[in-house]
């Protein structure tokens, strides 16, 4: 007497199953199947992130310009800072030793 066609193909299934754990092929197996089975659903989750991801994308521009806007203000007044204003104040203390004093006018 003959098994049912979809016991024997649960059979064979099993045996297949069997010989690939045994070889160690059911892991690199496995991954292509699960990579495949994958597949739409991380399309639909991409085409659901891709709005958030361009909104990310433009804060982050935003923040770059913003960020790099700040760091050159920040490093010109650290400039001035450290060389504008000893020159400024160089340059006044000559300017008062050498200007001349004129007389004033009586009415």
Request: no cysteine; glycine share 12%.
């Amino acid at each position: 007497m003959r098994y049912p066609q979809g016991m024997e193909l649960l059979g064979w299934s099993l045996v297949i199953l069997a010989v690939l754990l045994l070889t160690g092929l059911l892991g690199p197996v496995l991954g292509v199947v699960l990579a495949v089975a994958a597949l739409p659903a991380l399309a639909v989750l991409g085409v659901m992130l891709l709005p958030l991801l361009l909104v990310l994308l433009v804060l982050g521009l935003l923040l770059w310009v913003v960020g790099s806007a700040i760091g050159v203000a920040a490093g010109l007044l650290g400039f001035l800072l450290q060389w504008g204003l000893p020159l400024l104040l160089l340059l006044a203390g000559i300017w008062l030793l050498t200007r001349t004093r004129r007389p004033r006018l009586q009415a």
